[in-house]
């Protein structure tokens, strides 16, 4: 159930399969509090959709995970996988892009809440800006569900995927080395908002 690539995921089925075993890939988006209510957004990997066999050992496991709306069948091994590394992916650069214009707007004197306001109304918006928000204003970025150290993790194994299938990885590249500073600076178990840290005070070498 945790984010590795499709090549991986699918050597690690022929194994399973050879030894006598059933191989199913579940990636899950969402984190502790999520697991907790079972509301994880599950996406499933496997030769068949294990809602076809209710009765059987998967399908009750996942729906204790997740609501039944929220079980996401994909496809063949490998390709939960592959969705799941790019849903990640979008953690990386929303938050990396989000820094960015929350920096300049603070370097420019702007007020904040005019540009969340508009931000808000508009189709730019998503749900991840506010919620990090005031960690970023307060450069206190606390304990994480999903820290800084693994984004780093499944941002290098999303552009190892992304060479291979023949896509441009510049913006991997640039993704990967500010959360690379981030971590450098002592933030790499702290929530992965801390790359705003790296976005906008460059000239801070280590808060820790």
């Given at each position: 159930?945790?984010?590795?690539?499709?090549?991986?995921?699918?050597?690690?089925?022929?194994?399973?399969?050879?030894?006598?075993?059933?191989?199913?890939?579940?990636?899950?988006?969402?984190s502790?509090?999520?697991?907790?209510?079972?509301?994880?957004?599950?996406?499933?990997?496997?030769?068949?959709?294990?809602?076809?066999?209710?009765?059987?050992?998967?399908?009750?496991?996942?729906r204790?995970l997740?609501?039944?709306?929220?079980?996401?069948?994909?496809?063949?091994?490998?390709?939960a996988?592959?969705?799941?590394?790019?849903?990640?992916?979008?953690?990386?650069?929303?938050?990396?892009?989000?820094?960015t214009?929350?920096?300049?707007?603070?370097?420019?004197?702007?007020?904040?809440?005019?540009?969340?306001?508009?931000?808000?109304?508009?189709?730019?918006?998503?749900?991840?800006?506010?919620?990090?928000l005031?960690?970023?204003?307060?450069?206190?970025?606390?304990?994480?569900?999903?820290?800084?150290?693994?984004?780093?993790?499944?941002?290098?194994?999303?552009?190892?995927?992304?060479?291979?299938?023949?896509?441009?990885?510049?913006?991997?590249?640039?993704?990967?080395?500010?959360?690379?500073?981030?971590?450098?600076?002592?933030?790499?178990?702290?929530?992965?908002?801390?790359?705003?840290?790296?976005?906008?005070?460059?000239?801070?070498?280590?808060?820790?």
């Amino acid at each position: 159930m945790g984010t590795i690539g499709p090549k991986e995921s699918s050597e690690l089925a022929a194994e399973v399969v050879s030894a006598g075993g059933r191989y199913i890939e579940a990636p899950v988006l969402g984190s502790q509090p999520e697991a907790e209510k079972g509301t994880l957004l599950i996406m499933v990997g496997a030769d068949t959709d294990p809602r076809g066999d209710p009765d059987g050992p998967v399908w009750p496991l996942l729906r204790a995970l997740g609501q039944e709306p929220n079980i996401h069948y994909i496809g063949p091994v490998g390709t939960a996988a592959a969705v799941k590394l790019a849903l990640n992916q979008l953690i990386a650069s929303l938050t990396i892009g989000f820094s960015t214009s929350l920096g300049l707007v603070q370097r420019s004197g702007a007020p904040v809440d005019k540009f969340m306001s508009i931000l808000r109304a508009s189709a730019l918006y998503a749900p991840t800006y506010d919620k990090k928000l005031q960690k970023m204003l307060d450069r206190d970025y606390g304990v994480a569900n999903f820290p800084t150290k693994h984004l780093l993790k499944d941002v290098r194994l999303f552009e190892n995927e992304a060479a291979a299938a023949g896509l441009d990885t510049r913006l991997l590249a640039a993704l990967k080395a500010v959360t690379q500073d981030a971590v450098d600076r002592g933030l790499a178990d702290t929530d992965y908002s801390a790359v705003f840290d790296a976005v906008a005070h460059p000239q801070d070498v280590e808060l820790q």
